[in-house]
C-alpha cells in the first residue's frame, strides 16, 4: 500500500517532461521558414530595376541602321533564291523611304553617333546599343570597298568568290540585327562579336 501511495505521488512528476519532444519538432522545423524569408529579397530586387521600355525601342530602332545598308549585300541571295525575298516585302515601305531620302545613310549615320552614343543625358544601355551598330554599319563598308578595288568582273572565280563573301556578309549582319532587336526588346545586353569590344571602348 505504501509503494502504491509512493508510485500515485511520482508519476505527475514526470508527465510534464513529455511535451519537450514536440518542442524540439517545432523548433528544427523554424529554420525552413527562414530559407524561404531569405529568398524573397532576391526576387523583389530582380523586379524592381528593369530596363526602361523607350531605352529597349531606342536601342531596338538602333539596328536597323546597319540592317538597312546590308541588305544590297543580299541581292546575289534574292536572286538565287526569289521565295526568300518574300520575307523582306513587309519592310519595302520603311525601305523605299528610306531610299528616298538624299544621304539618308549619311544622315541617319551622325543623328546616331552624335544624338545617341555622345548624348551624357541618356543611359548607358542605348549608348552601348547605338556604338554597336554604329560600328556595324562602317564594318560594312569594308566589304563594298574590297569590291571596288579588286573589280572581280562577272564570271571566274574571283567573281563566285565575291558573291559568297557578299552573301555571307548579309547573312552576318541580318543575325545581328535580328539578336540586336530581340536582346533590346527583353531589355538583355546584346553583344555583337567583333564589334562589342571597339564598341564598349567608346563608351
Known amino acids: 500500500m505504501a509503494s502504491l501511495c509512493c508510485s500515485l505521488h511520482l508519476t505527475p512528476k514526470f ?3 513529455a511535451p519537450k519532444p514536440f518542442l524540439n519538432f517545432t523548433f528544427q522545423n523554424q529554420p ?7 529568398r524573397r529579397p532576391t526576387i ?5 530595376n528593369p530596363t526602361p521600355a523607350i531605352d529597349r525601342l531606342i536601342s531596338a530602332a538602333a539596328y536597323a541602321l546597319p540592317f538597312f545598308n546590308s541588305l544590297q549585300y543580299g541581292r546575289y541571295l534574292f536572286i538565287q533564291y526569289p521565295q526568300l525575298g518574300t520575307l523582306f516585302d513587309p519592310l519595302l515601305p520603311l525601305l523605299s523611304l528610306y531610299k528616298s531620302v538624299p544621304y539618308a545613310s549619311f544622315v541617319a549615320f551622325f543623328a546616331l553617333y552624335l544624338g ?14 547605338s556604338m554597336q551598330a554604329v560600328t556595324l554599319d562602317v564594318l560594312l563598308v569594308v566589304p563594298l570597298l574590297l569590291t571596288r578595288i579588286l573589280n572581280p568582273g562577272r564570271a ?12 555571307g556578309v548579309f547573312v552576318f549582319s541580318l543575325l545581328c540585327f ?3 532587336v530581340v536582346w533590346s526588346i527583353l531589355g538583355r545586353t546584346p553583344y ?12
Open 15 to 17: 508527465y510534464p517532461l
Open 32 to 38: 525552413k521558414s527562414n530559407v524561404r524569408f531569405s
Open 44 to 48: 523583389t530586387r530582380m523586379s524592381l
Open 116 to 129: 545617341l552614343v555622345r548624348n551624357p543625358s541618356l543611359s548607358h544601355y542605348v549608348r552601348f546599343n
Open 156 to 167: 571566274g572565280l574571283g567573281y563566285r568568290l565575291m558573291v559568297w563573301g557578299h552573301t
Open 178 to 180: 535580328v539578336y540586336g
Open 192 to 203: 555583337l562579336p567583333f564589334v562589342a569590344d571597339a564598341a564598349g571602348r567608346q563608351v
